[in-house]
């Protein structure tokens, strides 16, 4: 998801990121389910660079993605994706993956469109700890199972820092992709701090 470097980007400054949020959007997904779902993500995100925990920053993106809805966006009849997110983390929540795994199907789908993709992605951040259990999690559930895994994964990683992943698997990605994640992440970081 674009949007996601710009949480990174204004994590200090709630504002800036819902306007460059919204803006980010309304350039190929200007609908009010897809800026409130884009909402909800970026204060998720910008709550756990902050330093609030899991449950406290799932929360703060669907009051956000409450507190905006109807402000952005061509008005649609879709779902209130606030409620969406809200319904499948309760149901999630105490299970396996095992378990997720046919709940988040049947509670929100798992299609590419932003009313199922977003409320799977929080699900599956909900009862997953690891990368890998993102990734299986997302696999089992079926449908669209990148976008899901990458945003629980972005979220882990502001939780929880770049540990997140193994040192194999960094290593495989670095080798298979010819770069070097260390040095891509800290210049991020350098230009988010100047």
């Known amino acids: 998801m674009r949007a996601l470097p710009i949480a990174m980007y204004f994590y200090d400054d709630e504002k800036a990121m819902i306007e460059n949020t919204v803006n980010s959007c309304i350039i190929s997904h200007n609908t009010d389910v897809s800026i409130d779902a884009a909402i909800a993500v970026n204060t998720t995100l910008m709550s756990l660079i902050r330093g609030k925990n899991k449950h406290e920053s799932i929360l703060a993106g669907i009051k956000a993605s409450k507190k905006y809805h109807g402000r952005f966006g061509e008005k649609t009849n879709g779902p209130k994706i606030y409620e969406r997110i809200g319904?499948?983390?309760?149901?999630?929540?105490?299970?396996?993956i095992e378990e997720a795994s046919h709940i988040i199907p049947e509670e929100v789908g798992t299609g590419w469109l932003s009313r199922e993709?977003?409320?799977?992605a929080f699900a599956n951040?909900?009862?997953?700890?690891?990368p890998e259990d993102s990734l299986l999690l997302a696999m089992r559930c079926g449908g669209d199972n990148q976008?899901?895994?990458?945003?629980?994964?972005?979220?882990?990683?502001?939780?929880?820092?770049?540990?997140?992943f193994s040192k194999d698997i960094l290593l495989k990605i670095e080798r298979v992709n010819g770069v070097k994640i260390k040095l891509m992440a800290d210049r991020l970081v350098n230009k988010i701090l100047s």
């Open 87 to 96: 319904e499948v983390v309760k149901a999630v929540k105490g299970k396996t």
């Open 125 to 130: 951040y909900a009862v997953t700890e690891t």
């Open 147 to 164: 976008t899901p895994t990458e945003i629980a994964c972005s979220f882990m990683g502001a939780e929880r820092g770049q540990d997140i």
């Open 117 to 120: 993709t977003i409320p799977n």
